[in-house]
């Protein structure tokens, strides 16, 4: 077989020019890489050494295999893999070799830093036997380590003794003078002479020397420094007896010590000389645990020598300000000025002083106690008072909102100061000082909330706001007591009972003495009375104030947020399920019961009267009330399930009582929509019965087709009055209701009207062209449903009964039976409607019956 294209067609070979042959071209690479796959090599030899057919005729299709191409290739390959065998072989043994060589310099290394590292070890147990002096070899290897410790701390002891030995004899010398020469020269110059240290040195010898006379002579003179002796005659000396007064006379030295410690402090405090002030306060820590020193310290503080005189300012600020304090609708204007000024002053100089104090004295965190104790038991304690008692004069919530906004920010205070460090400074303050700036904080507010106090005063606060804000719907309701003939009329005897009480205990509150002038103009303005109304027994109301109102329903709401929010925030969380508990029951019996109740009492009354109505249709005004009743109640629910609830969950006691009293409370006032809706109904279904009993008899028989022409054109009359009427229910309806309550009302209200017109068709004889005319008025009910938004409440097609009724008047007897083929329940009913038929004696309508 001749060469072909195919022996050039591997690819890993090419050919040159003169056609030969060049063995396949790859490297130790090509075996290196991960993509390496034996099988798929060898398809790429074999691939490479198959002929390329280029040809489709007969020829080349019968043409047979040559092997040779395959040969030569796998030849080639074959030699090229033997020759990258060998220089893989030979670069192996090279890295051998290179391995080898390194394991050997390695091991070199490790044996010559091992031989160092023993050597190191041997030096330092020599340099630790010669400092310990151990004995090694038999050798005394005392080099003075041990030793010389050993000597400094006897050495030590020595000198301690040497110097107890110096002051026992000292001591010894002070007593035989004060016992025999009854003075102490000696004590004297040391305290001249010594410095601050001698001082240091006297008040302590002094104190063991009066030890000593209380022992030795029991019944010597009165202790003036805090001991009590008796003082009697003077007796003769006897064993262990002095004859001078030593317990007199060493107290005086100590007073005298004590004064001349006490002013030399003052002096070295007048110059800033802390080195000096701590000398003298370590002296004076014998003298009543430092107490002296320390009052000193605090009582000349330039901070309340000039606090002194502004604490008796009057509390000021401008007229606005204390306007908005006790105006409910308006934001808090924060924390009084003045008290602001000094909580910010006092910040400062803690800070400041903290850092004097630490220097000053060794005891600084007594010293720093006793600092904020007179801080905050004095000046801000005092300025407290005044701002909560200014407060108090005008209003109950001025006096809330001033205790909240001043305890805000004393607490901020506390928080600053604890921060800050102050003796720890820049770290946080020590646990003593955390506990007394705690202590202090609650000690200031303590008189505020004992017992019940506090929420006592936040109960009076809504009661007396609630009052105001109600006060024109209480006195509209209650001068309604005749049967009503409107809405805004109407009132159950209950209720008048209620707001009757209710707006005799308010106006009873105004004429009180003790009502602040400012409070009584304040809840005047939210009564809506003017000053002269208040001497007045009738006051006016118009029909407005009678309406419930969803923004007066929201203000309640938010005074009452606020009043829950103040608790959580001033009463620390132990009492506040009893306080939501009692707020809660405020809102309940003003907004549920006075507020809500009275509205839909009056409401259901109304609704009940228009159900006799004869002449007129009945006034369904009062359904606009029903809207922002329903918006309140879903306020009410909403505020007491989201916030009022959660806040009683510590105790499920409370929390359960609650549960049940705003359920029945809700339970009550749904009821009494639920009435509402349902007498409007009644009202709205038997005006629709009366509409109807006006049809006369001839709509359904015109004596002639002009007559049935005519009445084509449009519906009857009484058809004409019915949705005349209940279109202009369902525009109230719409406008008073939504959701599910809206789809309910229209789909009983369509139910009502199919059951009465079907009820009304079964007492007329219809004719064939009245027929038409009973068709035209059924879809004028049917249209006038279909246009209402009935949701889902009202099944699809249910007043399609209405025209299937018509339809029986106007077809013949073949599709009647059609019509009635079944039988059943229903075509009894239709039945009925067929015997009304004006032809129903006629033979076709006969045999439809009979076969019923």
């Known amino acids: 077989m001749p060469a072909t294209a195919a022996d050039n067609a591997s690819i890993y070979s090419t050919t040159t020019r003169s056609g030969s042959v060049r063995g396949p071209a790859f490297s130790l690479d090509t075996f290196s890489s991960k993509d390496y796959i034996v099988k798929d090599f060898i398809e790429a030899l074999s ?5 390329a057919r280029r040809g489709s005729g007969p020829g080349n299709q019968q043409a047979a295999f ?25 670069h192996e043994n090279e890295l051998s070799g290179a391995v080898r ?36 070899d038999g050798i ?11 000597i400094g701390e006897r050495l030590e002891e020595l000198d301690r003794q040497r110097q107890r030995a110096q002051d026992a004899k000292f001591l010894i010398q002070c007593w035989m003078e004060v016992s025999e020469k009854g003075n102490l020269s000696t004590l004297e110059d040391v305290r001249r002479l010594g410095g601050g240290d001698g001082k240091v040195r006297c008040a302590h010898i002094a104190r063991q020397l009066l030890k000593i006379s209380i022992r030795l002579d029991p019944e010597g ?34 007073e005298s010590l004590e004064k001349d410690l006490l002013k030399q402090f003052d002096e070295f405090y007048r110059r800033q000389n802390f080195d000096g002030m701590r000398e003298c306060a370590v002296a004076l820590r014998d003298f009543s645990d430092g107490a002296s020193v320390m009052a000193l310290f605090v009582n000349q503080h330039q901070f309340f020598i000039d606090r002194s005189q502004l604490i008796t300012e009057e509390v000021a600020g401008d007229n606005e300000t204390w306007d908005r304090l006790q105006d409910p609708d308006a934001e808090p204007p924060g924390v009084e000025p003045s008290l602001q000024s000094l909580v910010d002053e006092v910040r400062i100089v803690v800070q400041e002083e903290s850092a004097i104090i630490k220097r000053a004295f060794p005891y600084y965190d007594e010293v720093l106690v006793r600092f904020l104790q007179r801080v905050f038991q004095q000046s801000i304690q005092q300025r407290l008072e005044m701002v909560l008692d200014k407060a108090n004069q005008l209003s109950s919530l001025a006096f809330l909102r001033s205790l909240q906004a ?18 720890e400074h820049p770290e946080p303050v020590s646990s003593q000082v955390a506990a007394t700036l705690d202590q202090q904080l609650d000690d200031l507010f303590v008189p505020y909330f004992v017992g019940s ?18 006060l024109k719907f209480t006195i509209y309701h209650s001068r309604k007591r005749k049967m009503p003939t409107t809405y805004f009329g109407s009132l159950g005897q209950r209720g008048r009972e209620l707001i009757s009480s209710a707006r005799d205990a308010y106006m009873d509150r105004l004429d009180s003495t003790d009502l602040p002038p400012s409070q009584k103009a304040m809840l005047m303005r939210i009564a809506g009375l003017k000053d002269t109304d208040s001497e007045k027994k009738d006051i006016e109301v118009t029909d407005e104030d009678g309406k419930l109102s969803l923004p007066n329903a929201k203000r309640m709401l938010k005074w009452l947020a606020e009043g829950v929010g103040r608790g959580l925030e001033l009463s620390g969380g132990n009492e506040t399920p009893k306080d939501v508990q009692a707020l809660l029951t405020l809102l309940l019996s003003h907004m549920g019961e006075l507020y809500l109740e009275t509205a839909l009492d009056a409401a259901a009354d109304h609704a009940a009267a228009q159900e006799s109505m004869t002449k007129t249709p009945p006034d369904l005004t009062y359904l606009s009330s029903l809207r922002t009743a329903i918006s309140i109640l879903h306020l009410l629910q909403t505020s007491t399930q989201t916030v009022l609830l959660p806040l009683a969950t510590p105790n499920l006691t409370i929390r359960r009582e609650i549960e049940k009293a705003t359920t029945n409370s809700l339970a009550t006032l749904e009821a009494k929509i639920s009435t509402i809706i349902n007498r409007t109904l009644d009202a709205a279904l038997a005006w629709v019965t009366r509409c109807l009993a006006q049809q006369k008899k ?38 008073s209701l939504d959701g599910r309550n809206l789809g309910l009302f229209l789909a009983e209200l369509a139910k009502g009207l199919r059951s009465a017109v079907l009820e009304h068709l079964r007492k007329f004889s219809v004719s064939l062209a009245g027929g038409l005319v009973v068709s035209k008025d059924m879809n004028g009910y049917v249209d006038l449903v279909r246009g209402w938004p009935t949701g889902e409440e009202l099944e699809p097609g249910a007043m399609d009964v209405l025209v299937e009724v018509a339809n029986l008047f106007v077809i013949g007897p073949e599709a009647l039976r059609e019509r009635l083929r079944g039988g059943g329940h229903e075509a009894m009913e239709l039945r009925q409607y067929v015997m009304r038929r004006e032809d129903v004696g006629s033979v076709g309508v006969q045999a439809v019956l009979t076969a019923l």
């Open 47 to 51: 691939d490479s050494a198959i002929p």
């Open 698 to 735: 001839t709509d359904f028989r015109p004596k002639d087709d002009d007559d049935a022409l005519t009445s084509l054109s449009t519906e009857t009359p009484a058809c004409k009055t019915v949705t005349t009427f209940l279109s202009r229910v369902a525009t109230q309806a719409t406008a």
């Open 101 to 136: 060589r390194a394991e050997s310099q390695h091991n070199q290394n490790v044996d010559s830093l091992g031989r160092k590292l023993e050597q190191a070890i041997d030096n330092f147990q020599r340099l630790d036997s010669s400092l310990n002096g151990s004995i090694s």
């Open 140 to 150: 005394d290897q005392d080099a003075g380590g041990n030793v010389a410790v050993r």
């Open 406 to 423: 001043a305890r805000s920010y004393i607490a901020a205070l506390v928080d600053d100061l604890k921060s800050h460090g102050l003796t």
């Open 221 to 254: 003179t009165p202790h003036l420094n805090g001991n009590s002796g008796a003082k009697g005659p003077k007796k003769r000396p006897g064993a262990g007896q002095s004859r001078y007064p030593t317990r007199e006379i060493i107290e005086k030295f100590l």
């Open 66 to 90: 040559d092997p040779k191409p395959l040969i030569r290739t796998f030849e080639h390959a074959l030699s090229r893999l033997g020759s990258l065998s060998e220089e893989l072989e030979s």
């Open 453 to 470: 106090s506090y929420i006592e005063r936040e109960k009076k606060n809504l009661e007396e706001l609630y009052s105001s804000l109600l």
